[in-house]
């Protein structure tokens, strides 16, 4: 992790993509100057920031909070992402039930169909 907000890093992504710091402001939805002070050390990347700056540059937010200094925190996990586990099977397997369910009653109709024909 960089001890302290790597500008060249950002800046070599930047040029990769063709974009500028103000195409990177526009996608942190924060101003120019606040970018500016990011880019001097003497503001962090928001975690939010942190993620918008992912999808941005199209790598993992891990890889931005190692370039954006010591201090930069990670962005929180999706609220779905935080649910137990096991709730979050029972939700898919009631959804499973409802969708094997709904197939079963489509193929009946479809065979009582088939049927009325012969």
């Given at each position: 992790m960089a001890l302290f907000f790597d500008a060249a890093w950002f800046?070599?992504?930047l040029a990769e993509l063709g974009a500028s710091r103000d195409d990177?402001?526009?996608?942190?939805?924060v101003r120019s100057g606040d970018l500016t002070l990011i880019f001097k050390d003497q503001?962090?990347?928001m975690p939010q920031e942190v993620a918008r700056a992912a999808a941005f540059f199209r790598v993992t937010p891990?890889?931005?909070?190692?370039?954006a200094g010591a201090g930069t925190l990670m962005p929180q996990p999706e609220v779905d992402e935080q649910r137990?586990?096991?709730a979050r099977v029972d939700r898919l397997e009631q959804r499973i039930a409802r969708l094997e369910a709904d197939l079963a009653r489509a193929?009946?109709?479809l065979?009582?169909?088939?049927?009325q024909r012969r």
């Open positions: 800046d070599a992504r990177l402001a526009n996608a942190l939805q503001r962090e990347l891990e890889v931005v909070v190692r370039h137990p586990l096991a193929l009946a109709q065979a009582g169909l088939d049927h």
